[in-house]
C-alpha cells in the first residue's frame, strides 16, 4: 500500500527536467538520519550532498557557505524552527531551494513553510525513493506538495464543504471523544460494549481519518480542529 505522501507529489510549475546534477545541504540534528539521507541521496545519484548540519545556526552557516540547488531543513533543531530559518535561508542564498522535512504535519506547519518561502514540504515516512524524486523536482523550481496537503489548502468552498472530520461515523465519534478524555483501548471496548479488537480497529480508522500518526496526534488534532470537545 502507498501512502500518498511517499509518491504523490503534485508539481504546480512546469520546468524544463534537470540534466546536471543537485547540490544538497541537509539540516538534521538527528545525525544518524541525517547520514542516513545523505547516503541515500547520493546512491540514487544526480546528488552531491555538501554538507550535513545539525542546528539552525550551522545550518544557516552551510548555506551560506556552499550555496546549494536544494536544502533539506527539518523543522524541529535545538535551537528552532525550520519555519523560522527559511527566510534567512533565502536571504543569503536566494537561488537555494529549501523543502521543509518533518514528522509534523499539520495544517499549521504546511501554512508557514510555503509563506515562509519553502518551495515544499516532505513528510519524514518517506521512502528514499520519493525524497530522491522530490528534491530533484525542487531543483526545477516545482512547488513540492502531497496530494493531502494540496487538498488541506483549499477553501472548504472548493473541497465541497467537507471538513476535516466530516467523514468520520457516529461510532468512530464515540470512540474519538473517548479518546480526548483519555480512555484506553481496553476500557473503550468496555464503555461501548464492543470487543478489544474492534474497538482497535475503530481507533486505526480514526486515526487514519484525521491524518495523523498516533492517537496522542488524532486526539490533538481532534482538538484543535473542534471535531470534538474536550474532557
Known sequence: MTDDREQDMTPTAAAEPRTGTVSVVV???????????????????????????ASCAEGLAAVERHRPDVCLLDQRL???FGTDLVPRLLAASPDTKVLLVTADDSVDVLHQALAAGAVGIVNKGQRADALHEAVMRAAEGITILSARDVQRLLPSSERGGQQLGDDLTPRERDVLRLLVQGVSTRDIAARLFISYATARNHIQSVIGKLGAHNKLEAVTIALRENIVSGP
Request: no cysteine; proline share 3%; hydrophobic share 45%.
Open 78 to 80: 535545538p535551537d528552532g
Open 27 to 53: 539540516v538534521d540534528d538527528h545525525l544518524l538520519l541525517a547520514d542516513a539521507v545523505a547516503s541515500g541521496l547520493r546512491t540514487r545519484g544526480r546528488v552531491t550532498v555538501l554538507d550535513v548540519a
